[in-house]
Each structure stands twice: as C-alpha cells, then as structure tokens.
C-alpha cells in the first residue's frame, strides 16, 4: 500500500517568510510524529500526534514551529519567519499506534536563503 | 528517556555477519529496544525491536541480555546495500525516537 507521503520535496525560501510543510500519514495510523535532521547530524524529534490526544511539543524549538493534524489524516508543520537555521530535512513518520513501528517519509528539505 | 551509546563506525566484509552492540543501561522495565537504519539520503527504516527477548525477523536477529542493558544488532549475510548509520534507540510509552549519533556501517566488498 501507499507509504508516508510528503510535500514539498524541496523548498527554498528567504529569510523572514513563513513555509507550510505537509505530511500525509499511512491510512489508519493512528500517531504521526514530525523529526527535523539538519545536514550531517542525526534526527531531532519536533512533536507528536496520538489520536485525539494532546499532541507532545517538547521538541519544537521555538514559537516559530507550529504543528496541526486534522484527525488522523493530514499534518502540517509550519515555520513561521524562517531563518538559515531552520535548513535541513523535515521527516515525517506514522505508526500504527504509539509504541509501534514508524514508518517515514521521504522528506521536505528546507533551504533558507 | 533511556540513552544509548553506540561505536560511531563499524566495518564488515561482504558475506559476513555484522554485529552492531548498543549501551543501554539506564534502560526501565516498560522500555523497548529499537534499531532503525538511515541509507544516505533516505528517511529512516525500521529493523527490528524487543523488550526481553531476542527476536529474529527477515532482515536481523536482535539479542539483548538478560540485565537488558545492552543489545546487540545482528545483520547475518551483510551485503554492500546494508551500507547505512544504525541507530539503537530506547523508547517509553510515548512512542518518539530519541535519536543519537548511531553506527556508521561499512560493508566492503
């Protein structure tokens, strides 16, 4: 069947303007998580999505970053007035349920120029 | 969330079993044992997990010992595809990977 999917692929933007990054989960999973890896290093995770929980922010790390899940469908990570540190690849996973495998995407590579 | 540590490469010849040990000793009693793979330029893949006991699957064995603080990764016939940073992770309840820097695996012909 159909695996994490993710758009866009690439996106360059400048400095300042906000970017919408989307993830489309596999159908009936029920937790989503979004990871940022920025070139070189390993996987920083960003925040979490189980069900109609309240989704775990800790790892967003500023208020630029924001979050939404429309049930257990579609997510969209937003980065509001990006800067060069925000490049890097943003990955998406889902899970069957929390605990379980994740299954990523292909990842949105963010550049910021 | 229990740490892990991990040798930050590793080499194997083609055809050989490649074995990939994980620290985790401050690992608690509802904690799972987790290894993802990330080939260059690819988002991670799943291995295999445990919680106790050793599990096989078709790609790897997974053997953690009896104190559960520590594992080992077994890729039994590795291949130049297996080529890819193995990352060993320790999961609560809550299902996010805590990511380190993982095992650089070198397969060579």
């Known amino acids: 069947g159909a695996g994490v999917s993710q758009s866009p692929s690439n996106k360059v933007t400048e400095k300042g303007k906000d970017v919408e990054l989307r993830c489309d989960p596999i159908?009936?999973?029920?937790?989503l998580y979004w990871y940022r890896q920025r070139l070189g290093q390993g996987l920083e995770f960003l925040i979490y999505?189980?069900?109609?929980?309240?989704?775990?922010k800790s790892g967003l790390p500023s208020d630029r970053f924001s979050a939404e899940r429309t049930g257990e469908s579609v997510s969209t990570l937003t980065i509001q007035r990006t800067q060069q540190e925000d490049s890097a690849v943003y990955l998406c996973?889902?899970?069957?349920?929390?605990?379980?495998?994740?299954?990523f995407g292909p990842g949105t590579r963010l550049t910021v120029t | 969330d229990a740490k892990t540590t991990q040798p930050p490469s590793m080499d194997c010849a083609e055809g050989r079993a490649a074995n990939l040990p994980c620290n985790h000793s401050?690992?608690?009693?509802?904690?799972?044992v987790y290894w993802y793979r990330q080939i260059h330029s690819q988002g991670p893949q799943y291995i295999i997990h445990?919680?106790?006991n050793n599990e096989t699957n078709e790609m790897a064995s997974l053997i953690i010992t009896e104190d559960r603080k520590s594992s080992t990764l077994i890729l039994p016939h590795a291949t130049l595809r297996d080529t890819a940073v193995y990352y060993c992770?320790?999961?609560?309840?809550?299902?996010?990977?805590?990511f380190g820097q993982g095992t650089t695996l070198q397969v060579k012909p």
């Open positions: 159908s009936g999973h029920t937790a």
């Open positions: 401050t690992i608690s009693g509802n904690e799972y």
């Open positions: 999505f189980q069900g109609n929980s309240a989704p775990d």
């Open positions: 445990g919680l106790k």
């Open positions: 992770i320790v999961i609560s309840n809550t299902g996010k990977l805590i």
């Open positions: 996973a889902s899970s069957l349920w929390e605990n379980y495998e994740q299954y």
